[in-house]
């Protein structure tokens, strides 16, 4: 069965600070997809990133940066000089390699970072 | 604009009432979700339908129904049966392709309480 543990229920920033996301997945698939949304207060969640399991580049957008380490089961996600409109909450969520009896996200139970002024 | 829509974004509802959250996207995505949230906690996987007229149980079925009579909707029934239906319910499409996986989009959301 497939597992996605976001052990930081809440972190707390004071704004310009970085702050790192962990996120360590189980799975039986060798292929398999990760990904990271946000979900602002509003509760509508956004795609952030997503990654398959033979890519381990580590990726950055802007002030986000994902570091992806296949031998640790890891996934983990940085913002960069955090701000307030940062403060969300952050899923991180684990997809099996497509089959014909579809698409599954498993999620984490996320994230909340609140990043203070 | 293309995008999913779910209404009421607010719903109230007696206990052993049926109840219908809507959900339409208009991103000629083939395959459509249902999640349940639930206060601190992730995401759940309820229903899915990967086509038309065609779909199958998530990890939380007991409790609800669904139909895909129209690619582009896909709505929810809470049923009495659902024991502890009060949650935040989200609706996700996702196109479908011949290999690998795409992100799902979601829509804003309902929030359900039953009084």
């Known amino acids: 069965a497939q597992k996605v543990t976001q052990a930081q229920t809440e972190i707390s920033v004071v704004e310009k600070e970085d702050v790192t996301l962990d996120c360590v997945y189980e799975t039986r698939d060798t292929t398999y997809y990760l990904f990271w949304y946000k979900q602002p207060p509003s509760g509508e969640l956004v795609f952030l990133i997503r990654?398959?399991?033979?890519?381990?580049q580590n990726e950055i957008s802007g002030r986000y940066s994902w570091n992806f380490q296949k031998s640790t089961s890891s996934f983990n996600f940085t913002i960069t000089a955090s701000q307030v409109v940062d403060s969300a909450v952050y899923f991180c969520?684990?997809?099996?390699?497509?089959?014909?009896?579809?698409?599954?996200?498993?999620f984490g139970g996320g994230t909340r970072v609140l990043v203070k002024p | 604009d293309g995008g999913i829509t779910q209404s009421p974004k607010y719903l109230f509802r007696k206990e052993g009432q049926n109840v219908t959250l809507s959900c339409e996207q208009n991103?000629?995505?083939?395959?459509m979700y249902w999640y349940r949230q639930d206060p601190g906690q992730g995401l759940r996987l309820i229903y899915y339908?990967?086509?038309?007229?065609?779909?199958q149980k998530g990890d939380i079925a007991e409790g609800y129904s669904v139909s895909r009579e129209k690619k582009e909707s896909f709505p929810l029934t809470v049923t009495s049966a659902q024991k502890n239906p009060t949650a935040f319910y989200l609706c996700?499409?996702?196109?479908?392709?011949?290999?690998?996986?795409?992100?799902?989009?979601f829509g804003p959301g309902t929030r359900l309480t039953v009084l």
């Open positions: 339908s990967q086509i038309v007229n065609d779909f």
């Open positions: 996700a499409s996702s196109p479908r392709t011949s290999g690998g996986i795409n992100e799902q989009f």
């Open positions: 991103l000629n995505h083939d395959a």
């Open positions: 969520a684990l997809s099996e390699a497509f089959r014909a009896a579809g698409n599954k996200l498993t």
């Open positions: 990654r398959n399991s033979f890519d381990e």
